[in-house]
């Protein structure tokens, strides 16, 4: 079992930058698993963000976010990030991340575990 706690969102201006967290506790380490970043903003259905491999070198990008947001692990202290940067307005929603045992499964969000979410705000 894998427990998913996110934190770091928050209300930023068009431009600003954010870091999330994804913190993993429970029996199987975050080691074991693929992770991703998915985001639901309001009225829409939840999307995909991003997702990192279990070497923590390959990674994989929504279009919307190539170039701005950066995943990355840290494996030692079973947790995982998103970095954030050029925020635009279109970029608010609440932000989920997620851990499974397939890359191609978690990006099509068939993941076994998941965060409560994290809300992030970019006005204009």
């Known amino acids: 079992q894998v427990q998913l706690v996110e934190s770091g969102g928050g209300l930023v201006q068009a431009g600003d930058s954010l870091r999330l967290s994804c913190a993993a506790s429970?029996?199987?380490?975050?080691?074991?698993?693929?992770m991703g970043w998915f985001r639901q903003a309001p009225g829409k259905v939840r999307e995909y963000v991003a997702v990192?491999?279990?070497?923590?070198?390959?990674?994989d990008y929504a279009n919307s976010v190539k170039g701005r947001f950066t995943i990355s692990r840290d494996n030692v202290k079973n947790t995982v990030y998103l970095q954030m940067n050029s925020l635009k307005p279109e970029d608010t929603a609440i932000y989920y991340c997620?851990?499974?045992?397939?890359?191609?499964?978690?990006?099509?969000?068939?993941?076994?575990?998941w965060g409560q979410g994290t809300q992030v705000t970019v006005s204009s």
């Open positions: 990192i491999m279990l070497n923590g070198v390959s990674t």
């Open positions: 997620a851990a499974g045992t397939g890359w191609a499964r978690l990006k099509a969000q068939l993941a076994e575990y």
């Open positions: 429970g029996v199987t380490t975050v080691s074991s698993y693929f």
